[in-house]
């Protein structure tokens, strides 16, 4: 298993699977969420109607994760993912790891090989970058998958600064 950081468009991203930082509504919103939905067009909207209807009638819990299609997206699979709101009062932050973990079992149930992750939680719902970063990298480190290729999506050039920063110190910590 490899991670790689990259700056760019998750939307553009060409692995087997892309993960949505998503609202519990699975509906479409802002940022991330709203980016998925629009490019990828309604076919995942579709999806996500019929997952609430089903199984999902109050929303997605916060670091769960489902998949549908990708739609016109690049990949073949969209998988949506509920990050917590940061807290300076509530230690959330196995949440947010959970929501990595989640969506990496879920990739490896599905059989891909690829899958590209934006930075859960640290836009709208407010998470500090330097430790939505860390948070990401420790669960993704610790996490057995027999995915081979792990891309961490990064909106913006201080953004991947920040993660190359943290992904070199991970690199640098000795092994158990």
């Known amino acids: 298993m490899g991670i790689e950081l990259v700056v760019g468009d998750i939307t553009t991203e060409q692995t087997d699977a892309i993960v949505n930082a998503a609202n519990s509504s699975l509906l479409g919103g802002g940022g991330v969420d709203g980016a998925i939905h629009r490019r990828g067009g309604p076919a995942i909207l579709e999806e ?5 209807a089903s ?13 549908t299609t990708a739609g016109r997206l690049p990949a073949r699979w969209v998988i949506h ?3 917590p709101v940061f807290s300076t009062d509530e230690d959330r ?12 079992t879920l990739a490896a149930t599905l059989g ?6 934006p930075l859960i939680s640290s836009g709208v719902y407010r998470w500090p970058k330097d430790d939505a970063v860390t948070q990401a990298l ?8 027999p995915v081979d290729l792990i891309r961490l999506v ?13 992904y070199e110190a991970f690199d640098q910590r000795p092994t158990p």
């Not at 932050?93 to 990496?104: K, N, V």
């Not at 990064?154 to 943290?166: G, H, K, V």
């Open 112 to 117: 891909a090989q690829s899958v590209a992750f």
């Open 138 to 145: 420790t669960a993704l480190h610790t996490e057995p998958t």
């Open 93 to 104: 932050a196995p949440l947010l790891r959970s929501c990595y973990t989640t969506s990496l």
């Open 55 to 67: 199984h999902y009638g109050r929303g997605l819990p916060v670091g769960q994760a489902v998949a």
């Open 48 to 52: 996500c109607r019929a997952l609430r």
């Open 154 to 166: 990064l909106f913006d050039e201080p953004t991947f600064e920040i993660a190359q920063r943290i």
């Open 81 to 83: 993912t509920v990050g």
